[in-house]
């Protein structure tokens, strides 16, 4: 079966040092690989995807995420972390088959971060 | 106002209505999908659509029913709300094509069912 894991519920970092958030996935071919933050009492909002290319993908508020096809990983990073960034993250996977032109994505359980000042 | 948004934002209901929520975009694209969101679970797709009359289900579709007659509108209805619906669902919609555009979400409809 398909799926996405992120294996923290919870990251806990202090303001101005770098950040990760952990994503691997299990699905068959070279999917897509998104990002999403969601602010409390909000919808999702897209920070950046992977398509093909350069491993490292820069986004938006400065975040970043690094591909690495043999981990079959995406993590989130940020070299200094703001208050601000405290929200949920969610990284998501498209499929790429050409049979599948559903356009759906496959979510992870989400990762919490705390950004303490 | 441009993009896409979700009525009611708050809803609770008993056991055994029907109730709908409705999603409506401005961007005039393909296609439109509903999640819901639990805790531990992320977000699970409910349904979605890739254009006007064209609807297929995702991973958790029981107890839901959506159409969708117009490109901008994709109401999702639960025919006979269970308390296991009790969740926060969210629209999404997303252009078509070669290149995997993004889904952009509304804000949400937070549903209590007593």
């Known amino acids: 079966a398909q799926s996405v894991a992120q294996p923290e519920d919870q990251v806990n970092v202090a303001e101005g040092n770098p950040l990760t958030v952990k994503c691997t996935y299990s699905?068959?071919?070279?999917?897509?690989l998104f990002w999403y933050v969601q602010y409390p009492n909000r919808g999702l909002q897209f920070l950046l995807k992977?398509?093909?290319?350069?491993?490292l993908v820069k986004g938006s508020y400065g975040f970043e995420a690094e591909f690495n096809k043999s981990q079959t990983s995406f993590h989130l990073k940020k070299p200094s972390a703001l208050v601000s960034d405290s929200a949920l993250y969610f990284c998501a996977v498209r499929p790429r088959h050409r049979m599948d032109s559903s356009y759906k994505l496959i979510f992870g359980s989400g990762t919490r971060l705390l950004v303490r000042p | 106002d441009a993009g896409i948004t979700q009525s009611p934002r708050y809803k609770i209901t008993e056991t055994g209505r029907q109730v709908t929520l409705m999603c409506h975009q401005t961007?005039?694209?393909?296609?439109m999908f509903w999640y819901r969101q639990d805790l531990g679970h992320g977000l699970r797709l409910i349904y979605y659509?890739?254009?006007?009359?064209?609807?297929d289900k995702g991973e958790v579709p029981d107890g839901y029913v959506v159409s969708r007659s117009k490109t901008e509108n994709f109401p999702l209805t639960l025919e006979s709300a269970t308390r296991s619906q009790t969740s926060v669902y969210f629209c999404?919609?997303?252009?078509?094509?070669?290149?995997?555009?993004?889904?952009?979400f509304g804000p949400g409809t937070r549903l209590t069912v007593t």
């Open positions: 699905v068959s071919g070279n999917p897509y």
């Open positions: 961007w005039s694209h393909s296609y």
């Open positions: 992977y398509i093909t290319g350069d491993n």
């Open positions: 659509s890739a254009a006007a009359d064209i609807t």
């Open positions: 999404a919609s997303s252009e078509s094509g070669g290149t995997p555009y993004e889904q952009y």
